[in-house]
Structures are given as C-alpha cells and as structure tokens.
C-alpha cells in the first residue's frame, strides 16, 4: 500500500503496488492530479521511508467522472514509477480459481492513508488497516458488500486503496 504524494508532498491518495514500477489506483485521483507527483512508502506520510517519482498515469478508457461519488465501476488507472520501488512486498492482485475463496464471511483488511474520524485532517498521513468482513459478492455487478468492525471501513482518501485477503 502507497501514498499517492503531490507536488507539496502531500498525501491525497492511496494505491497499490502491484508490479516493482506500477501503482494501480483511483481514476479520479489521476484526473486532477498535477504533476509531479510522487508515490511514498512507509506507515506514515510524514517519515516516509522513500518516495519515486511518477512518470506517467493513464485512467481507464470507460471512466467518466460522477460527481465525486466514487460509485464508477471504472474508476480505476494505474502510474508508472521512474524507478523500482523499494524492497517492499508485492501482493499480486486476486485473479482466477483464488476469486472463488472471496465468498461472505470473509475477513478482509481495507489498507490505506485516508481521512480519520477522529483525528480529523490530520490523521490524513498515517496508514490505516480496519478489517471488515464480507457481507454480499455480487458477481453482476461486480461489487463487494463489507461490514466494518467496531464501525471501521475507508475513509476519504483511502479511494481504490488495496483490500487483502488472507489464502
């Protein structure tokens, strides 16, 4: 999990490294982003353990902009680096035979750097792991349908961020 990083250094978004140079996340974090841009691991986004540049992003072709909803099934892109991540694990996304093990009562744990209840805006720079259970797979619609535990899920920010699931 990463912290998608404006030209200021300040965290506005959370991806996944899925490849040791590419960040798979929110399309409408794309479409309005300036460059440069950066993407920063580590837990927090104050004492990053390092930062690589991006050098290009590309939003899916059928994504259209819904008013900030964020309920576009689209929505989704990803950025190349200018360099290889750091040494940080790789978690291949779920794909084939593994998807049927996605099924209700499924533990997952939502990762990301977003907004935080109580700390309001400032809590906007830590990494975060609520788990959640799964409630509904709704293959038609390509949706899932979490329950939060103790009241937590993703925040503002956490857009698109990774769901991991343990195999």
Request: hydrophobic letters at 35%; one cysteine or more; aromatic letters at 6%.
């Amino acid at each position: 999990t990463v912290s998608i990083l404006n030209g200021e250094g300040t965290s506005f978004c959370t991806g996944a490294l899925v490849h040791p140079r590419i960040v798979m996340l929110a399309a409408h974090c794309i479409g309005g982003a300036n460059f440069p841009m950066d993407v920063g691991f580590g837990e927090t986004t104050e004492e990053l353990d390092a930062t690589v540049p991006v050098v290009d992003c590309v939003m899916h072709p059928q994504y259209v902009p819904v008013g900030g909803d964020g309920l576009n099934p689209w929505d989704l892109g990803y950025c190349e680096l200018a360099a290889d991540a750091p040494d940080v694990p790789i978690v291949p996304p779920l794909m084939g035979c593994e998807s049927e093990e996605l099924v209700p009562d499924t533990e997952i744990t939502l990762v990301g750097f977003g907004y935080d209840d109580e700390l309001g805006a400032s809590g906007n720079n830590r990494k975060r792991r609520p788990v959640n259970t799964v409630e509904t797979v709704d293959e038609d619609g390509n949706n899932l349908y979490l329950l939060g535990v103790d009241d937590s899920s993703v925040c503002f920010g956490d857009s698109r961020g990774p769901a991991y699931m343990r195999l």
